[in-house]
């Protein structure tokens, strides 16, 4: 039988840029090669995503083009996996006649059965949830363009129910990956070229192992990673705040190579927006572990995730987002307007009464805040010199493109260096979004 192209196109957080990683390694081994050519392609797969309302329009317009395209030039069967999957189901493939193929987030080991179906005329569908599956066996098939940062998922589903949010549905409950493969595939990466690797799970802080009577938590796999090698630098995305921990801060201030940028979603500045968020902590408790980590890890940056506009929110509660905003200085933030998403809890039990144009100005507030705050935060680096480490520029083959450990994005004149050194920076220009400097030997 020829090799069939399969052509995959991501949607959504870094979770689903692991995931589209394993699942080229699935069909690789049932006769599947990834492709960069849509023209060429036997299988479009599209990884989705359910976050917001306005991720799943773009996908949908995205499906009837492959629609359209399909008509005009050759055929291909089409598959939608990942949340939007688990989510919509069935009715996917009522809604958009160009899907012939629908497999959730813990079903991509059906693929090659359900392609079968797809061959032999019939729809494919499968969005069971496991209790179990991590892939953990499976060597992902590396499709960064890069060969220098990577992403290792150490674990799936998640256990929080946020009120607003989708993933619960969409992804099941939460279970960790054996740290054998965790340890083992950061390796490998280490062994390839690849120099940073960051560990992925919906909240990192509650990973758990168990062997025998012995229980290992998310702290200790940090450590074991880290060891891997003193040129492997390690991130990791996302720490909940309840569960964020001392103990995991000053892991961090013990590993040179673990990285000083941690990511702590607030949401809300306010404690009565968190009650209804059943985000479980207050904004006293959140400050408070804000000034751990300034404690422990003083050259930190902090960056953050905020909803604009979630059910009730009054200015007043506004406000104390913006105030918390300020006192904590984030180095970054990734804002969003509250998308009311079907079957969570907020959709079912609360009211999503903040009228858009509220809700489009306060996001407008609040990103302007970030905008002064984050210039500020890479005005602070004027003078002084980093450890960068090298990606290619998307821009021009004269400059490099890199991150400082602070995770903040760095541009220089490329000289002698290459994808995958480190080099010292001095930084002499900013935006409020990128740093500039020059080599220092
Ligand atoms: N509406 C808007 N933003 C949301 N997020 C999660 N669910 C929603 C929603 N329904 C944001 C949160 C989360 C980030 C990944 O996306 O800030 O941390
Ligand atoms: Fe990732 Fe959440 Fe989007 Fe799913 S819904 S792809 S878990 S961001």
């Not at 090799?3 to 995931?19: A, F, H, P, S, W």
């Not at 509250?338 to 009464?353: H, I, Q, V």
């Not at 290459?418 to 930084?427: E, M």
């Amino acid at each position: 039988m020829s090799t069939r192209k399969l052509y995959i196109e991501t949607y959504g957080c870094q979770m689903n840029v692991v995931d589209s990683e394993v699942v080229a390694a699935i069909l690789q081994q049932h006769n599947y090669q990834v492709t960069e050519e849509l023209d060429e392609a036997d299988l479009v797969l599209v990884n989705t995503c359910s976050i917001r309302d306005n991720a799943e329009q773009r996908v949908r317009a995205r499906i009837r083009e492959f629609g359209r395209l399909k008509e005009k030039s050759h055929s291909f069967s089409v598959g939608v996996i990942g949340c939007m999957a688990e989510r919509l189901k069935e009715k996917l493939l009522e809604e958009e006649n160009t899907v012939d193929l629908v497999v959730g987030p813990d079903s991509y080991r059906d693929l090659p059965a359900l392609l079968q179906e797809v061959e032999s005329g019939q729809k494919g569908i499968n969005t069971l949830l496991s209790l179990e599956e991590t892939y953990g066996d499976i060597r992902p098939v590396r499709m960064d363009r890069n060969h220098v940062t990577s992403f290792v998922a150490i674990m799936r589903g998640c256990n929080n129910f946020c009120s607003y949010c989708v993933v619960p549905g969409t992804r099941g409950r939460e279970r960790s990956r054996d740290p054998e493969t965790v340890v083992r595939e950061c390796k490998e990466l280490f062994e390839q070229g690849y120099r940073e690797v960051t560990l992925l799970g919906q909240n990192v802080n509650s990973y758990r192992w168990k062997e025998g009577e012995q229980v290992l938590k998310f702290e200790k796999l940090l450590e074991r990673v880290a060891k891997i090698h003193p040129l492997l630098r390690v991130r990791f995305a996302t720490s909940h705040p309840k569960d964020m921990s001392d103990h995991l801060l000053k892991v961090i201030a013990k590993f040179p190579n673990l990285c000083q940028a941690i990511h702590l979603p607030l949401q809300s500045g306010s404690t009565s927006v968190l009650g209804r968020m059943k985000r479980r902590y207050t904004r006293e408790q959140y400050m408070e572990r804000i000034q751990a980590i300034r404690k422990f890890l003083p050259g930190a940056t902090i960056s953050t995730d905020i909803i604009a506009g979630f059910c009730g929110e009054t200015e007043e509660e506004h406000q104390q987002t913006l105030s918390l905003m300020e006192w904590a200085g984030y180095d970054f933030a990734y804002m969003f307007k509250y998308s009311e998403r079907p079957e969570t809890f907020a959709a079912e039990k609360l009211n999503d009464d903040v009228p858009e144009e509220v809700k489009s100005r306060r996001l407008n507030e609040i990103i302007v805040l970030q905008s002064r705050l984050s210039l500020r935060s890479k005005e602070r680096d004027l003078g002084q010199t980093y450890e960068v480490l090298e990606g290619p520029s998307k821009k021009s083959d004269a400059y490099l493109y890199g991150r400082t450990s602070q995770n903040k994005v760095v541009v220089f004149p490329k000289g002698t260096l290459k994808q995958g050194d480190y080099a010292r920076v001095v930084i002499k220009d900013c935006t409020s979004a990128t740093l500039k400097g020059n080599v220092v030997s």
